[in-house]
Nanobody
Framework: QVQMVESGGGLVQPEGSLRLSCAAS????????MGWYRQAPGKQRELVAV???????TYADSVKGRFTISSDNAKNTVNLQMNSLKPEDTAVYYC?????????WGQGTQVTVSS
């Protein structure tokens, strides 16, 4: 019943920036992690960034130094600030929240990096 709702995707030029936001449709009990995944055409879904309840972050090597994940556990929200975007970042980005027993997903938002 709970879903994550993403916003902020769109078309941006290389070296540009976008900020993705995601919020749960209702409160989620005991979230362990929140994160962002992406899937490009012809490729498998991959983890982009994840943040734990305690604030520890992990990034894919391809986005380190360019992307920043942040969250507010009390509000069940997670953001992804994407800077210095590259064409290789083009993908559908999915928001995820994980509790001890469940995964919650968003519908995905398209990010296209192109001149």
């Amino acid at each position: 019943q709970v879903q994550m709702v993403e916003s902020g995707g769109g078309l941006v030029q290389p070296e540009g920036s976008l900020r993705l936001s995601c919020a749960a449709s209702r409160s989620i009990f005991s979230i362990d992690t929140m994160g962002w995944y992406r899937q490009a055409p012809g490729k498998q879904r991959e983890l982009v960034a994840v943040i734990t309840r305690g604030g520890s972050t992990t990034y894919a090597d391809s986005v380190k130094g360019r992307f920043t994940i942040s969250s507010d556990n009390a509000k069940n929200t997670v953001n992804l600030q994407m800077n210095s975007l590259k064409p290789e970042d083009t993908a559908v980005y999915y928001c995820n929240a994980k509790s001890l027993t469940r995964d919650f997903w968003g519908q995905g938002t398209q990010v296209t990096v192109s001149s």
